[in-house]
Structure formats: C-alpha cells, structure tokens
C-alpha cells in the first residue's frame, strides 16, 4: 500500500512571503504537496518564490483552486490549524499528537491534509468544518501569535520526528579512538610523578586522596588518544625549562 | 532554589529582522532573556523592533556584549547550535534531547545558555569551543537550511513543550453536554419508526441489521443534547409535507 505523506494547504494566504516561507519549512522536513486557495497575492508570485530558497524546485508542482472544497477532495483525514479554541465539536489536538495520529493514518494507507488559514484572520468556521480534526499548538498565553509559516514549520517539524528514528545522543570522536585504559594511566602515573617533583602535594598524607580527586576528574573526560597525547605533551611543556 | 529558563545569545546574527523575529519566538514559548554578541546591523534597530511585534515590551532588557566569552559569563551549561557536525568532540543532543536537558539543569538550580551563530556561516569553531554541548536539528538531508529565528523558534518550542504538560486530546462540547442514553435512544428509536413507515426497510429480514448498523454510526458520533435536538429536527423536517 502506498504511504503519502501529508499535505499543506493555505486557505487564503495573503503574503507570497509567507507561501515561500512555509514551502522552504516543508521541504526542511521532507513534505512536498502543497496546495493554495486563493492566494491573496497571486500565484506564483517573486516573494514566493525569492522566500523559498528553491523549495519549490524539489515539491511536487504547487495546485491552486478558488474553494475549500475543491482542494480538500482526494483527502481522508484533514486537520484545521486553529490559534484559538472553537466551539466546535471535533477532536483537538496538539501538534505533536496530530503528528501521532497523522502517522497512524498513513501506515493505512489514508491520504491527510492540514489546512491553515491567511495571515490576517485564520480560518473561517466555515473551513473548520469541512476538517475531521482540529490542531491547535500550544503557546504561552500571554504571547501567542504565530506567524503562519511558523506554524506550518513547527507541525512539519513534528511529522519529521515522529516519523524518523530519533538519533541518540552522540559524542563524536573525530578521527581519534577513545583512549585505552594503558595510554590514560601512563598519563596520569607521570603527572602524579612530576606533581611530586614539583611539591604539588605539600601535606603527604592527602597525596592519594588528591591523586584519586585528579584521576577522577580525567578518568570522567571520557578521552580520546590524541586528547591524551595533548595531555602528554602539557605536561611535558609546563615541567620544561623556561625560555630566557 | 530560584529555577533560570535558558538565555538565548545570538552571536554575530547579521539582520535586525532576524533579531526581532527570534524575540517573537522566544516570547511564543516563554524565553525572555536574550543576549547579542557584535550584531552587525547594530542596536537596538527598527528592523528588529517591526519584526518582533511587541516581543521586546515583555522580555527582560535586551544585553549587548563584544565578545562571546563575556557574554556566556554567568551560566553553567552551554549550548552550541549548528547545522553541521563538527570534529568537535562533545555530546551531540537534537532539539527535543536539549530540552530535557535544559529542564534537568534547571531544576538543579542551574543557569543554561543556548548560543546561535550568525546567519552567513553560524558559528566559529572557536565559539564552539566554549560551549558543554551541541545542538544539531535534524532535517531533510537534501534541504536542511534553517533560517536564524526558525531555529529559535524550534529550539524555543520544545523547550515549552518539556516544560508544560501535554494537554490530552479534547473535543471541547461547547456550551451543550453529552447526550443521556435515554435522549438519544428516544431519537434513534423515532428514526426507526419513520423508516419503517416510509418503506426504508424493503427486505424485513434485514430490518434488525441495518438498524444496528444505524445505531451504531450514531452512537459512534458521541453527540451533544444539542446535536441530538438537530437530528430530531432532521427527521421532522424530512416527514414533514413539501411546501407547495
């Protein structure tokens, strides 16, 4: 069964800023259908297109068309992205539990579509209707006004990570390997020796208390050979003789 | 203990617009403190302000400094956000594993810092360098270039995110309660009547299935007193004579 992946669809959008925008923020996060209903501006239009970055280049060709209804036909489940509550009786969601439910829909096979609405107003009740869902993403109250490719980023941004594996956290090693437990203890064997030297450990009683502190501190650096090596070679600079 | 939400500190950003747009993010989701290293647009800048649609009256006041090391003096874990990997060895978070970082720490009592670079290059390796941990957000390899406050604004959002509790999924029922069992059977029973009477069920056999399967599609629909009211309309309506 073929799997599609969801579809954005402005309902009057005003700027061709803002169209541009909001297909650079599809294609950030992989989404490639894009529908227009009577863009306010035109379509296509120079501000579209310089906001894209080249967007539009790599999506499926823009579809544009003069009502909802029209543009919503070959959808089964579509979302209506609201900034505030209606009071409409339909499920609202998160942007990340439509994410969720987005997902659930394509492994059967289901066509969705998110609508958002121009710059100015949102969606009209209207439009509201015609959708199965409601998503509404959440923002601190006292200052929650989203641009609208702003909104299409942040709920493309969640499609993207709920659809793709999270990686772990990494720590990369460059082109060192971790250092073996033989090179990190030689290291720190020698700067026990030349801290003795330099009467580093005044009171000799707390020497193996220090000592343990120090190889500790380098023991959870987690380092690497060349790190270690760079270790060496500190050392060996500051116990040198000065130049005159 | 008191609890510090992250500072943003944008290092070298480049247009005043960019500025004001990442306020207006971070005042989205809750961030208010921000820092600027050598903005090159200077500050403050009309451009910022217009962009920033109110953001900068309900932030702490904005702290300019003219080298990154100044600027990151008062926190104790530090985020570098980049857009590549870097041979730099340090743990590698995406934006949702910073974010519970970042809560972690903060409940620690903790001050964290999330430094962003400018828009041409992002950061210096040498700012890099500075910092405890990288920020990487994953994007469609084959067009991950975010603009400067894009960045923010997802950095920002899921932040907000670990730090709110996830509302379940609602479906608000308006100013109307669920319906009783007992007003919707009474409708559903008056639909079956008038079914009846006007020869819906033209097999007798099949009368109970298919009322079953009506039941259930209307039940299914977890209507309101209202709605309910709606339908008893419906059936009224449709029994009722043709106007003439």
Not at 12 to 29: H, L, T, V, Y
Not at 150 to 160: D, T
Not at 195 to 219: A, E, G, S, V, Y
Not at 224 to 244: C, P
């Amino acid at each position: 069964m073929s799997q599609h992946k969801p579809a954005i669809i402005l309902i009057a959008p005003q700027m061709g800023e803002n169209i541009g925008a909001s297909a650079r923020a599809m294609c950030n996060f992989g989404l490639s259908e894009l529908r227009l209903v009577n863009p306010r501006d035109g379509w296509p239009s120079d501000s579209a297109t310089a906001n894209a970055v080249g967007a539009f280049d790599i999506m499926s060709a823009v579809e544009v068309f003069d009502n909802t209804a029209e543009a919503l036909k070959p959808y089964h489940t579509i979302y209506a992205t609201t900034a505030r509550a209606r009071d409409m009786r339909k499920p609202v969601f998160t942007a990340r539990q439509a994410a969720g439910d987005i997902a659930e829909k394509q492994t059967q096979g289901l066509r969705t579509a998110i609508m958002f609405g121009g710059e100015r107003a949102g969606l009209t009740n209207e439009d509201i209707a015609l959708s199965t869902n409601i998503i509404n993403i959440p923002t601190n109250p006292d200052f929650s006004s989203l641009n609208l490719a702003q909104s299409v980023l942040l709920i493309a941004n969640e499609i993207f990570q709920d659809t793709h594996d999270t990686p772990a956290v990494q720590t990369p090693t460059g082109d060192s390997a971790p250092v073996t437990h033989e090179e990190l203890d030689e290291m720190i064997t020698r700067l026990g020796i030349e801290l003795n030297n330099h009467n580093f450990f005044r009171n000799p009683d707390m020497k193996p208390t220090m000592m343990n502190n120090i190889r500790t501190m380098l023991t959870r650096a987690n380092l690497t050979e060349q790190e270690t090596r760079t270790y060496q070679g500190i050392i060996s600079a500051l116990i040198g003789n000065k130049i005159k």
